[in-house]
């Protein structure tokens, strides 16, 4: 697996920084995610669970919706999905629904612990392995900044 190359990190710094920024106007947990496509930020999004009373609304699906608006069709092939926290098992399956092959979180599961997981015994390399190895991932890039917005502390 390719470790995350400088704007794969400079854009999970910069959606980690704007979920602060979010959090110190709202209540935490905020979580945000970005696509990349071409060496190049496609789009970014929050979730917005609360306020459309919809839980399926997390941060990657937000994304990934606009970037298949964005391109005119939900394959993404060849785009990397980056994230604030590991994305949960619903994210992570329509992330290879839409064909993205990579990932790259702030947060890892085994920090923020079972919270926002609903099968916790199951890791991302679980997961992984059950999709064939069809993703990679790499996690817990910026995890120190990123950490206090999970656990209460932001």
Known sequence: MTAP?????????EIVTWAHDIAAEKAAPVFTAA???DGAELCRA??????TCDPT????????????ALMGG???SGMTLISSCQPCEMCLA???????????????QEKVGPRF???????????QAASGGAFSFHGGHDEARALPLYLGDA
């Open 5 to 13: 190359g400088d704007l794969e990190r400079r854009v999970l710094q």
């Open 35 to 37: 696509i990349l496509r």
């Open 46 to 51: 929050q979730n917005r669970v609360a306020e």
């Open 57 to 68: 609304r997390h941060a990657e699906i937000e994304a990934i919706a606009k970037a298949g």
């Open 74 to 76: 939900p394959d993404l």
């Open 94 to 108: 329509a992330m290879r629904w839409a064909r993205i092959d990579r990932v790259v979180f702030a947060a890892t």
């Open 117 to 127: 997981f609903k099968f916790p015994q199951l890791g991302i390399a679980d997961l």
